[in-house]
């Protein structure tokens, strides 16, 4: 069992469907109960042991910069890195090779609020899997990825954003993972989806199907 203090947090993206909130900031600093969606999210993995972040900002990028610093107020270390072009949440995991080295790191979708409970589950990776896929059922998967599972809740598909008449799943995509570095292999052979993005779904979809157990 591998315990992971390191997380990757994508916060680049505007929120299209927020447009009125976030005209002048990204998505995951938009407030709840108080304070920053990010917030919750660092607080959360912070509490479950987590003390190193990289963030990858984009839009308005110096409001996360702004308001995070360098993570000495919150008692953590937090290190940034630029989405320059924003086309999707695959080639984007690229920016934190770095920074992950040869450690399993977390990693999130900025704007994802959980119970902080939830992160003290996945902080710990069996290490017999390379990667952890946080699911929630009964969504509509239309709206994110279908995760399809076997009996023993493995990882053998994931399709992002499944068109009407497509097969589809009970469990929704979360958007929180544990992954290991071999996740760096599937997101370097990315092509650009039907949707012109580069998905990460694809890459785990990819981990998945290669034999590793996810």
């Known amino acids: 069992m591998n315990k ?4 990757v947090l994508l916060a680049a993206g505007r929120g299209t469907r927020m447009r009125e909130l976030t005209t002048e900031l990204p998505k995951p600093m938009i407030k709840v109960r108080g304070k920053p969606i990010l917030l919750h999210i660092i607080e959360g993995l912070h509490g479950a042991g987590v003390k190193n972040f990289l963030i990858i900002v984009g839009y308005h990028a110096e409001a ?25 949440t695959g080639r984007v ?13 977390m990693l999130s979708y ?11 589950s996945l902080v710990e990776l069996p290490g017999e899997f390379a990667a952890t896929v946080s699911v929630k059922q009964n969504e509509d998967v239309s709206k994110g990825g279908a995760v399809f599972v076997n009996e023993r809740m493995e990882v053998t598909d994931i399709r992002e954003k499944p068109q009407p ?22 997101t370097a052979r990315l092509q650009p989806s039907l949707r012109g993005e580069y998905e990460l779904t694809d890459a785990v979809r990819g981990l998945a199907q290669s034999g590793k157990r996810v």
């Open 4 to 7: 992971i203090d390191k997380a």
């Open 64 to 88: 996360v910069r702004d308001y995070f610093g360098d993570g000495t107020c919150f008692g953590l270390q937090i290190k940034y890195a630029t989405q320059v072009v924003q086309d999707g």
């Open 93 to 105: 995991v690229e920016l934190a090779r770095d920074f992950v080295g040869q450690l399993p790191f």
């Open 110 to 120: 900025g704007d994802i609020l959980v119970d902080p409970a939830n992160y003290k």
């Open 165 to 186: 008449g497509e097969a589809t799943s009970p469990w929704y995509n979360a958007g929180i993972y544990a992954f290991r570095p071999s996740i760096f292999e599937w």
